[in-house]
């Protein structure tokens, strides 16, 4: 069976967007593909961080995508920082990394331009993405367009580390997600639904509760007519809600305007509405059980287990390729 790895960034509160996007499709990859899912921690700290409140993001973000139906028995889970060979590889790879070709990095160029004062990690961490990546013989990694680029750096380096020592790595290929419904915000339906959306009444967050939700969903920004249409460009506000509806329920886009041909926009809010609190009132309740009991401890010993012994025999040999023995 073909290996697929994400990686988790515990950094914010998780969304409907991200839910109908990218979550729904790690649940697609656990039942196509051998699925490695890690927390990226050591990524988060290429900024700076609480202690306390990162500790806090990364046990409330396994608990989210646990109880959304990531499933433990169809992915290895694990937490970066607590395999050590991560860190390893990526020392050597850094190494083996012309300063130029991360210099080069879209992500790096764009951050280091808006804060001139960054660690050398923000300069660096591709590398170590590339070892997440290359430690497990890895065949896809699931990226957006944006993040493309680091894969492609992660084949350059298995490409190049092959070539000079030997086949070592698996060269990955990048996994461009299937186009599903983009959740838009709320408030200003031109603009994508996100975590970091200046205004919080335009996002709903996963752990929402029903009157929070209902609410945002009421004050959504629509239009001046009363016609459930998708219409992207004339009607955003009420598309975006359509996309919501037919992204929760086993009804088409034509259903669902049939299904309100007759009705208000209010009757159709509060249908949408229930939908939301419906889908996400199941996943709330398994949240908050596993934040009071010791699972997520024992799956992440099991990932910790199963990838330590992996990662070693990777470091080893490559290790000893580089001529770093005795």
């Excluded at 190494?95 to 280091?112: H, W």
């Amino acid at each position: 069976m073909k290996k697929v790895l994400t990686g988790l960034q515990p950094s914010g509160e998780l969304t409907l967007g991200n839910y109908i996007g990218a979550i729904r499709q790690i649940l697609k990859y656990q039942e196509e593909y051998e699925s490695f899912i890690f927390v990226a921690d050591m990524h988060a700290i290429t900024v700076p961080q609480d202690p306390i409140k990162l500790r806090e993001n990364i046990r409330s973000l396994l608990a989210i995508y646990l109880a959304c139906g990531v499933d433990p028995k169809k992915n290895t889970i694990f937490l970066q920082s607590e395999n050590v060979y991560h860190a390893n590889v990526s020392w050597i790879l850094e190494c083996l990394t012309p300063y130029g070709e991360l210099g080069r990095m879209t992500q790096f160029k764009d951050k280091k331009e808006k804060n001139a004062n960054f660690g050398a990690g923000l300069l660096t961490y591709p590398v170590l993405m590339a070892s997440d990546i290359l430690l497990y013989d890895i065949d896809y990694v699931p990226v957006g367009r944006d993040q493309k680029q680091h894969v492609e750096l992660a084949r350059n380096i298995a490409e190049r580390v092959n070539k000079k020592y030997g086949d070592i790595f698996k060269v990955p290929e990048p996994l461009i997600p299937t186009e599903g419904a983009k959740i838009a915000d709320l408030v200003d339906p031109t603009k994508k639904m996100s975590k970091s959306s200046e205004n919080p009444k335009g996002v709903i967050y996963l752990l929402d509760d029903e009157r929070i939700i209902r609410k945002k969903i009421m004050s959504a920004t629509t239009d001046s007519e009363t016609r459930v249409v998708f219409d992207p460009e004339n009607k955003p506000g009420i598309s975006n809600l359509i996309n919501i509806y037919t992204s929760l329920s086993n009804l088409s886009i034509k259903d669902i305007e049939e299904k309100y041909k007759d009705s208000n926009y209010g009757s159709f809010k509060s249908d949408v509405a229930d939908i939301i609190i419906n889908t996400l009132i199941p996943i709330q309740e398994r949240y908050y059980k596993l934040l009071e009991n010791n699972e997520i401890d024992k799956i992440l010993d099991e990932g910790l287990k199963k990838t330590s012994t992996i990662a070693k025999e990777k470091y080893e040999s490559l290790k000893e390729k580089v001529g770093l023995h005795r």
